[in-house]
DNA sequence: CATTGACCTGT
DNA sequence: CAGGTCAAT
């Protein structure tokens, strides 16, 4: 199955860069801990299976891509001290949450049609379905490799998830989010599938979001998901319950225990996007995850 | 604009 | 209720 795979070392210290943590942080969902403590997992069409070198800041990586694509998949090519540092000049207020994720760094999707349909599994639903679900999508394309009785699948284009019937995504359990990805599929493909998604990454982010909100079924937050983890829109910013509670803890003291509407929705966005231009996202993504693991304490 | 309820399913 | 969105009010 797709030929002998490549092997190679990437030397950096577990606080620049934690796989695992990274993977797993709501950003990709095909990515699992096996028993042996290797991460295994798949992006668009390549997969990976990285292992945590003895007593050295390095990792082992197989993969049936070159460095450069899981290089770029964890965007090594980003100075994670440089970014932290920057961070913290920018805004203070951040350190604490930078320092409880060390490792934690913004991905990059190498596929942009896998991050749009994962993102329309979140929308209201919670991180181990959303896992669930995206890999009932991924089944539909062809297997590349079998790692540790883990299935690893191509991530499907959009001509094939186009023919998925409603009814076929409802009896995997997907609820009423069967029919608005069916119809997103068809939608995609009459814009022009993968190359027009591919378009919006070489949009200006306004006009990205603009473009994706007139998907029915795909509001401001999802958009800017797909906008960050999809298409390199790194100054993006997705205001979730999460984000937002960190956001009126912060910044919007008067606005804590409200809802969260259009307006407020972007008058918080941009002001992180202002405050933190195209490093945005990799803040939201500190706030983000800090949020996700320590929600329940801080409450 | 802001608010409200419906919407699948699983923990 | 969960990393929301839409339609109606």
Same mark, same amino acid.
Request: glycine fraction near 8%; charge should be neutral; proline fraction near 4%.
């Given at each position: 199955?797709?030929?002998a795979?490549?092997?190679?070392?990437?030397?950096i210290?577990?606080?620049?860069?934690?796989?695992?943590?990274?993977?797993?942080?709501?950003?990709m969902f095909?990515?699992?801990q096996?028993a042996?403590?290797?991460?295994?997992?798949?992006?668009?069409k390549?997969?990976f299976?990285v292992?945590?070198?003895d007593?050295?800041?390095? =990792?082992?990586?197989?993969?049936?891509?070159?460095?450069?694509?899981?290089?770029?998949? /964890?965007?090594l090519?980003?100075?994670?001290?440089?970014?932290?540092? $920057?961070?913290?000049?920018?805004?203070?207020?951040?350190e604490?949450?930078?320092?409880?994720?060390? #490792?934690?760094?913004?991905?990059?999707?190498?596929d942009?049609?896998?991050? *749009?349909?994962?993102?329309?599994?979140?929308?209201?639903?919670?991180?181990?379905?959303?896992?669930?679900?995206?890999?009932?999508?991924?089944?539909?394309?062809?297997?590349?490799?079998?790692?540790?009785?883990?299935d690893?699948h191509?991530?499907?284009?959009? &001509?094939?998830?186009?023919?998925?019937?409603e009814?076929?995504?409802?009896?995997?359990g /997907?609820?009423?989010r069967?029919?608005?990805?069916?119809?997103?599929?068809?939608?995609?493909?009459s814009?022009? #599938?993968?190359?027009?998604?591919r378009?919006?990454?070489?949009m200006p982010?306004?006009?990205?979001?603009?473009?994706?909100?007139?998907?029915?079924g795909?509001?401001?937050?999802?958009?800017?998901?797909?906008?960050? /983890?999809?298409?390199?829109h790194?100054e993006?910013?997705?205001?979730?319950?999460?984000?937002?509670?960190?956001a009126?803890?912060?910044?919007?003291?008067?606005?804590?225990? $409200?809802?969260?509407t259009d307006r407020?929705?972007?008058?918080?966005?941009?002001?992180?996007?202002?405050? *933190?231009?195209?490093?945005?996202?990799w &803040?939201?993504?500190?706030l /983000? =995850?800090?949020?996700?693991?320590?929600?329940?304490?801080?409450k």
């Amino acid at each position: 199955m797709g030929g002998a795979p490549y092997s190679f070392e990437i030397e950096i210290p577990r606080r620049y860069f934690d796989v695992g943590l990274s993977a797993s942080s709501g950003q990709m969902f095909r990515w699992k801990q096996t028993a042996n403590s290797e991460w295994v997992g798949a992006n668009g069409k390549h997969w990976f299976r990285v292992r945590v070198l003895d007593g050295r800041e390095a =990792y082992r990586v197989e993969s049936s891509g070159p460095p450069t694509v899981f290089q770029s998949l /964890f965007r090594l090519d980003w100075d994670a001290a440089d970014v932290t540092e $920057t961070l913290t000049r920018l805004g203070p207020e951040l350190e604490p949450y930078l320092q409880a994720m060390p #490792g934690l760094r913004l991905t990059r999707s190498g596929d942009a049609v896998e991050t *749009f349909f994962s993102f329309l599994c979140s929308a209201n639903n919670h991180i181990s379905r959303i896992t669930g679900m995206v890999n009932h999508l991924a089944a539909y394309g062809p297997r590349l490799e079998v790692v540790d009785v883990i299935d690893l699948h191509r991530f499907p284009r959009v &001509a094939t998830l186009a023919k998925v019937e409603e009814a076929e995504l409802r009896e995997k359990g /997907f609820g009423y989010r069967a029919a608005t990805i069916t119809q997103i599929a068809r939608e995609l493909e009459s814009r022009g #599938g993968e190359a027009y998604l591919r378009s919006l990454g070489a949009m200006p982010y306004e006009r990205a979001q603009i473009e994706l909100l007139g998907f029915k079924g795909i509001g401001r937050k999802l958009a800017d998901c797909i906008a960050l /983890f999809g298409l390199d829109h790194t100054e993006a910013v997705p205001i979730d319950t999460h984000i937002w509670q960190a956001a009126t803890r912060l910044y919007f003291p008067h606005w804590q225990g $409200t809802a969260l509407t259009d307006r407020k929705y972007e008058e918080a966005s941009a002001f992180i996007r202002n405050r *933190f231009g195209r490093l945005a996202g990799w &803040a939201q993504q500190a706030l /983000f =995850y800090e949020n996700v693991v320590n929600w329940r304490t801080r409450k």
